[in-house]
């Protein structure tokens, strides 16, 4: 006896056509929370920033600040510098694909921490490609809130 092992042409081009339906649905999904992850991502990693900025200063008992590239998809952080008795060279950060700092109402798109923690008060605007926006504010106390 002969066995006919394998698949025929029929049962191949209907395996491929459910293949191309779930694609065809699941890919822009996929999209969307991709975009999402990166846009949240972004938001975390500048209110990261913000605490660690803070606690920088604290912890140094000297000033930091970080300074925002409105329009652009990076930020610096900046230490003081006791030697130079001046800031240091920043350290860049960059945000996720598609994320940008859409907007800073800080004066000099910069917030300074001063040596016990406090900050000039302001907002900074998240922007994810899909045009979702966040605001984080930080307070004159130093802390920061995601709104």
Excluded at 92 to 108: A, Q
Aim: proline share 4%; charged share 15%; net charge positive.
């Amino acid at each position: 006896m002969k066995s006919n092992a394998g698949f025929t042409l029929m049962e191949l081009m209907v395996t491929i056509a459910i293949i191309g339906t779930l694609s065809a649905v699941a890919v822009p999904n996929m999209i969307s929370w991709r975009n999402n992850a990166q846009f949240n991502s972004g938001v975390r990693k500048v209110k990261i920033a913000f605490e660690k900025t803070r606690m920088d200063a604290i912890k140094a008992n000297m000033p930091s600040r970080m300074d925002f590239n409105v329009g652009g998809d990076f930020f610096n952080r900046v230490k003081w510098d006791p030697v130079a008795n001046a800031f240091a060279a920043p350290v860049t950060r960059e945000l996720p694909p598609g994320v940008i700092i859409s907007g800073s109402t800080f004066t000099g798109n910069q917030v300074q921490f001063s040596s016990r923690g406090m900050a000039n008060n302001g907002t900074v605007t998240i922007q994810g490609s899909a045009g979702q926006t966040l605001d984080i504010v930080v307070a004159i106390t130093g802390t920061s809130r995601i709104e």
